[in-house]
C-alpha cells in the first residue's frame, strides 16, 4: 500500500485538552493538513515508555502536589465528585504513586503541549483520566498506542513515550482541569475501558460519555478505602490539577 504521506489530526478531548497526533499513516485522505514525516510508527506497552530520563525529583513532585492543592480551590463543582474517589490523602492502605506534568508551574497556555509521568511504588494496572470543566471523562492512559497498563514498581510511564510521534496539546476552554491517576492491582473493570481494542489511529482514546459523578460511583466500588492491606494495598490515587489560560 501506497504511503500517503504523513498527517496530522486532532482528535478533542473534554475540558481544555486537545490531542494532536503525529504519525505516518497509509491509506485514504483523512480530513486534516498533511504535514508529517514518515517512519512514524508508535511504539506500544509500558515497556516502550517507561524511561530513566527526565524523571523529576522528590522536591519538584512536592512542589507540584503543592501547587495543585492550591488550585483546587477553583475546581468545578463537576469535578468533585471523582475528585474526592479514593481518598488521596485519607487513611487506608495505598498503593504509593508519584505523578507529574511537563510544566512546574501547572499551568498552560492553549497552544503548549502537555506530557504526564508516573511512577509507582508496587506493580500495578495504571489508569490516567482528564476530567474537563464540564465533568466530561476521557481516558489518556491506556490508549491506542500505549495499551499495556501494567508497569512495575519505580518504571516511569510517560504518556505520550518521548519515542512516540503523538502529543496531548493544550486547547480551550480555560480553567482547572483534573488528570487523575489510578494505580490498583487489578485491571478496573469500568466498561469503557473495554472497548481499548476498538481505538484507532484516528481515534486513540476513550472517552467516556457520562459524567464524572457517574464515573466515581461506577469505580468506587473498586476504590474503597479500606482495600487491600498494608502489605497488599488494593489501589492508589493520585490528583494533578492543571490550569489552561488564553
Not at 517507561?50 to 522536591?59: F, I, K, Q
Not at 490523602?89 to 503548549?112: C, E, F, H, M, Q
Not at 492491582?185 to 469503557?192: C, G, H, S, V
Amino acid at each position: 500500500m501506497t504511503l500517503h504521506g504523513a498527517l496530522r489530526f486532532a482528535v478533542a478531548l473534554c475540558g481544555a485538552l486537545a490531542l494532536t497526533s503525529q504519525l505516518s499513516w497509509a491509506g485514504a485522505q483523512r480530513d486534516a493538513p498533511v504535514t508529517l514525516a514518515e517512519n512514524a510508527a508508535p511504539a506500544e506497552g509500558a515497556a516502550a515508555t517507561a524511561e530513566a530520563d527526565g524523571e523529576a525529583s522528590t522536591e519538584e513532585i512536592n512542589e507540584q502536589k503543592s501547587a495543585s492543592k492550591e488550585l483546587e480551590r477553583d475546581l468545578a463543582a463537576e469535578l468533585k465528585p471523582i475528585y474526592d474517589l479514593g481518598d488521596e490523602n485519607g487513611k487506608g492502605p495505598k498503593i504509593g504513586i508519584d505523578a507529574w506534568v511537563n510544566k512546574k508551574s501547572l499551568t498552560y497556555a492553549v497552544g503548549d503541549t502537555l506530557s504526564i509521568s508516573v511512577k509507582p511504588q508496587k506493580d500495578a494496572y495504571i489508569t490516567i483520566l482528564n476530567i474537563g470543566s464540564s465533568g466530561s471523562t476521557t481516558v489518556l492512559y491506556p490508549n491506542h498506542f500505549q495499551k499495556d497498563a501494567r508497569v512495575k514498581a519505580g518504571s516511569v510511564v510517560r504518556i505520550p513515550g518521548r519515542k512516540e510521534k503523538w502529543q496531548i496539546t493544550v486547547g480551550g476552554p480555560s480553567g482547572v482541569d483534573l488528570i487523575k491517576v489510578i494505580a490498583s492491582k487489578k485491571p478496573l473493570t469500568l466498561k469503557e475501558l473495554q472497548t481499548l481494542a476498538a481505538t484507532d489511529e484516528k481515534n486513540p482514546l476513550i472517552s467516556i460519555g457520562r459524567s464524572s459523578e457517574e464515573t466515581a460511583k461506577d469505580l468506587s466500588a473498586e476504590l474503597k478505602p479500606d482495600g487491600g492491606d498494608e502489605k497488599d494495598p488494593a489501589f492508589g490515587v493520585r490528583n494533578l490539577l492543571v490550569r489552561v489560560k488564553k
